[in-house]
């Protein structure tokens, strides 16, 4: 503790130097100049410290995730807006797979031989458990030797793996795509990403709250600075200079504002285009079905295609997909015999399920035809209906 009782706590400045996230220690209040910090509900949040000192108006908290993502689609924004940044990029990629794939040969060897010493050691280490030496603390450290040499066995199976399975060099449309996701490719709590993103930028993210007429919630605006000649300096493979690189940075502004429906759209359609069931998108990105299907319907209505019929497309999935529930697979079977007037309770009996099983097979048949589900009480006042009439024709035969 300090001399006046408070904790020690962390050196200022230590987040920026080990960064625990993405976006540790570079995020700066345009108005007080504090760094932000982690805060809020699950720590999903940064915030200025200033506020809750009262030293500084700022008090729109920044989210976590959505600040990452819209920041480092920026950064690949610009990155495939430069051809001269795109070639370094391309290359220095290439080239850091060709330093890969020469590294591992030679890792191999090492953890060979790594593993014969240890092997040399263990037997030592026998022997002298075998004459009676000590045997506890020997065979504790025998034990030691033991776990190292299967963690080493572990390192050579992967790495002969990887030396065995011949691996193409990366193509630029890959790498022009990975750029393209870059909110998703460098979204990571490593510190080798942060570092990454630390190199892209000039300086620290400057945000400044913008307020909103009308409203009581608020929104950050953040101002950054992407360094053009990094991979140049670095590389010296790159067939770029200095010079090329007009201006050597870029100044982005971005607003930290949600568009749920647009980017939800986004992600929805992609999900749909890898062949998952709406079903699945929704439990994934945790909307309801129904809100799956707007979004759906949106995204084939803007690029001008046409939606595929959805039960053909759930018969056609792969996978774990094509084996619906039960109530699906007995829906014909079930409308077959409502279409014949039978009772619910008797439609169970003959399909050998239980009277909930039937009105979910229902449902689903008509729904999945964009029908209306029909109601339960009129259909059975009319089932009465003709069983009346039937009593009254039979009575009069007779």
């Known amino acids: 503790r300090k001399a006046n009782g408070q904790l020690n706590g962390s050196r200022a400045g230590s987040e920026r130097r080990r960064p625990r996230h993405l976006l540790s220690g570079i995020i700066q209040c345009g108005e007080c100049g504090r760094r932000f910090v982690v805060g809020g509900n699950s720590s999903k949040y940064l915030f200025c410290p200033g506020y809750r000192r ?224 709406n079903k699945i998108i929704a439990e994934q990105l945790k909307i309801s079905r129904a809100s799956v299907t707007v979004l759906l319907k949106k995204s084939f209505d803007a690029s001008g295609e046409e939606k595929p019929d959805g039960r053909k497309r759930r018969w056609a999935l792969e996978g774990n997909w094509t084996n619906p529930p039960l109530f699906q697979r007995i829906a014909d079977k079930v409308m077959g015999f409502y279409n014949e007037g039978m009772l619910l309770a008797d439609i169970a009996t003959k399909c050998e399920v239980d009277r909930n099983t039937v009105t979910k097979a229902i449902k689903f048949w008509n729904n999945s035809r964009e029908l209306a589900v029909p109601d339960g009480r009129t259909r059975r006042k009319l089932l009465d209906a003709k069983q009346r009439n039937y009593n009254d024709e039979v009575h009069s035969m007779e």
């Open 54 to 277: 009262g030293v500084c108006n700022c008090k729109t908290k920044l989210p976590r995730q959505l600040a990452e993502q819209l920041i480092l689609d920026a950064i690949g924004e610009q990155i495939l807006a430069s051809p001269v940044w795109t070639n370094a990029v391309v290359s220095a990629a290439n080239h850091a797979w060709m330093n890969r794939d020469q590294d591992i040969p030679r890792q191999l060897e090492c953890v060979r031989s790594r593993i014969q010493e240890v092997n040399r050691r263990c037997e030592r280490l026998l022997d002298q458990i075998e004459t009676g030496e000590v045997v506890d603390q020997l065979t504790r450290r025998f034990k030691q030797r033991e776990k190292e040499l299967q963690e080493l066995r572990n390192q050579e199976a992967a790495l002969t793996r990887e030396v065995s399975e011949s691996s193409e060099p990366p193509s630029e449309p890959w790498i022009r795509q990975r750029i393209a996701d870059l909110g998703t490719t460098l979204r990571s709590t490593t510190p080798a990403a942060a570092e990454a993103l630390r190199q892209l930028l000039v300086d620290s993210i400057v945000v400044n709250e913008v307020k909103r007429e009308g409203r009581e919630r608020h929104f950050l605006r953040a101002t950054l600075s992407i360094r053009h000649t990094v991979i140049a300096q670095e590389s010296s493979f790159a067939e770029s200079t200095d010079e090329e690189f007009a201006p050597p940075s870029t100044v982005v502004t971005i607003d930290i504002v949600s568009h749920p429906d647009n980017r939800k759209g986004d992600e929805v359609r992609r999900l749909y285009d890898q062949g998952l069931p």
